[in-house]
């Protein structure tokens, strides 16, 4: 035979690690939360007006805007691209609640901003204020900034709740840190 069982169970324990082990890689990817191109799927196309895109937002009846501004090369940026804004349940959260749109600091793209004002993608960032990459910005429908995030969000759990942060309405009364606090305290 291909495995000597001996009196000891050693290698029968041994046998029954592995084949445990094997089990648990084989039902990973069935677990693993499924994925799709964020370019595709989690971005909405943008026509360069902002004001246009506030009022699409209003009559679909989202809760508000969501801006990635990014630039090439931005590890951060790609990171999020990667591991969380390629995830199909964070692509069909943000998609159902807001409008998703990209700036490239660095970009010579025309661009109108909540005021009709004409811009391009770089000047734009620039009177925002916008330094680093990814800056994550949130536009209450009146395109007024809510919530404004430096830095990659690494994990979609956190992403995903910082999604219903934004559309409770809970950033008018609080941080997201203590929200983000509360609601971990919820879940024991």
Same mark, same amino acid.
């Given at each position: ?11 029968? $324990? ?16 069935? $677990? ?7 370019? &595709? ?7 360069? &007006? ?5 009022? &699409?937002? =209003?009559?679909?009846?989202? =809760? ?7 630039? &090439? ?9 990667? #591991? !969380?804004?390629?995830?199909?349940? !964070?692509? #069909? *959260? ?12 660095? %970009?010579? !793209?025309?661009? =109108? ?8 993608? =770089?000047?734009?960032?620039? *009177?925002?204020?916008? /330094?680093? $990459?990814? $800056? ?11 919530? @404004? ?13 910082? %999604? ?19 609601? @971990?305290? /919820? /879940?024991?």
């Amino acid at each position: 035979t291909f495995f000597a069982i001996q009196d000891t169970g050693v290698h029968l $324990t041994f046998i029954l690690r592995l084949l445990s082990l094997v089990s648990l890689l084989v039902a990973l990817p069935a $677990t693993a939360a499924e994925t799709r191109d964020p370019e &595709d799927h989690f971005f909405n196309l943008n026509t360069g &007006d902002l004001k246009a895109e506030l009022a &699409d937002a =209003k009559n679909a009846g989202k =809760k508000a805007m969501f801006v990635m501004f990014e630039q &090439d090369g931005c590890p951060g940026c790609i990171y999020m691209k990667r #591991n !969380v804004l390629n995830r199909v349940d !964070v692509q #069909n *959260s943000y998609r159902l609640r807001f409008l998703n749109f990209s700036v490239d600091i660095h %970009g010579a !793209v025309p661009i =109108k901003d909540f005021a009709g004002r004409g811009f391009t993608e =770089k000047s734009y960032a620039q *009177s925002l204020g916008v /330094k680093g $990459t990814p $800056t994550l910005a949130f536009y209450d429908l009146d395109g007024k900034e809510v919530v @404004r995030i430096v830095g990659p969000i690494k994990e979609a759990t956190e992403f995903l709740l910082l %999604g219903e942060f934004i559309a409770s309405g809970a950033y008018k009364t609080r941080q997201f840190a203590e929200y983000r606090q509360s609601e @971990r305290r /919820k /879940k024991g």
